[in-house]
């Protein structure tokens, strides 16, 4: 579903502060994959995930999403393709539209945006039943103002609207990393649910080892901009976090896993 | 006050509450304090004054105005997007780019319209009103209309996507909208309402003036300000009429001052400028230093 080739991305190139972040990084994502991303701080898997999803240009290499060459596509035209929650769980959602403006909004990814009606009345009906699946009670409390939910609440809808209009792709960048624990699970829970019942192809970036290893039919360590590991099927399945830290020293990792890394 | 200067105050009112909505669009829905106002007013103006001088319809007049004024704000929005100038120097240089283009437009720095048939007379003759009432009542049903058009723009798909824009660049950016393309739309949107505003000042008033522009923004500015603290800003459809209405409580409070004379000391309309300015600062810090009363007393 994408195919990443030599892709070579540099931070701030020809400066003294130059960073390279990629180095040749290449990739297949078959269709149906449940790919965890790990790595430590600057591994470059943040990074790669931009990169698929056009945030910036690359340096070298190629990306092609459905068999299409999307390497020179600006960010906006990807997102035909793509679903994508972030971190923040307040960059998913604008504060001040209201939640059905938002789906509303969300619903026509990749298509034009014309005069006609914002919010429809089928629309709503498609929404209250898609909310009511967050058993948040965010069904009937379609014209408030988004600003006024909690994060958890935010990113469960994040999640929602990121597969609205089926996505080739879902995108997502540490997407629990920034709620409490409790609620990180109940959207981790989401997101499982709705990757399985969509069958969705999906790419989860993550500091957890616990939660890359527990989810996922296929886990892609990266360490300084490269992928070092990539394990699927029962291989994958028997994967403990001791066997994934062992790996990760055999492999050239520096000992530098975060307590985050290990406990989050 | 007289009757006679209020009437003309609302009047003014609804002729600029046109622009106060385009400012609205920019400064509170975009997000981009955009000063190409200073120049598109004046644009339309004498664009008005040139199509209705050479015996074209004043109606006319307003549509080609405003078309130019998209023009004059797809300008900004190149500057700000494509070539990424900050976008308070992308609107100044617009502005000031067309300070000449206007003097162009008219081959003078004035136009006067005294004796030409303007969209009032047209009204009036329509009406059967007095001039003096027929003004603004016109006005007032364009100001209207502007609200209400504006009000269902922005509840398209493409309107939502204007806010959106405004609101989360990077969540629309990542649901498959340009932004750039719908900052050089938006503001190219508000800057034909501005100078749909300044064809109809002019006509208003009697003449275009290449001058007439100075501190429209800051007029702006004033009139959203007022009209949200005074008519709140709840829903879109609230905050625009605010806006509008905003228009009309800023022209009337500026007229009260010009009536006002305190012995010796009276305001002449050259001290309007240094009002507006302070009006402004107040209007823009008074929540921040009402917070700050309230938290103090608070932890009294």
Redesign the interface.
Known sequence: MIRARHVTKFFNRGEVNEVLALREVSLTVNEGDFITVIGSNGAGKSTFLNAL?GVFPIEEGSISVADQDVTTW????R??F?G?V?QDPL???????TIE?NL???S????R???????RKADRALFREKLSMLGLGLEDRLTDATGLLSGGQRQAMTML?ATLVRPKVLLLDEHTAALDPKTAVQIMQLTDELVRSERLTTLMVTHNMAQAIEYGNRLVMFHQGRVILDVSGEEKAGLGIQDLLERFHELGGDGCVSDRALLG | MTLYALTGAVEQGFVYGIMVLGVYLTFRVLDFPDLTVDGSLPLGAAISAVVISSGHSPWLACVLAAGAGFLAGMVTGILNTKLKILHLLASILTMIALYSINIRIMGRPNTSLLGQQTVVDQFAGLSGLAPSLAAPLLFGIMGCIAVLVLFWFLRTELGMAVLATGDNPRMITAQGVNTHNVIIFGVGLSNAMVACSGALVAQSQGAADVNMGVGTIVAGLASVIIGETVFGDRSVGRALFAALLGSVLYRVAIALALSMDLGIFSVTPSDLKLITALLVVLALTAPRIKKRLLFKRGHA
């Open positions: 999803a600006p960010e906006h035209r997102a035909a793509l994508r972030f960059l998913g959602t604008c504060p001040h539209a403006q509303a909004l969300a026509r990814r990749g298509k945006r014309g005069l006609k009606r914002g919010v609207m």
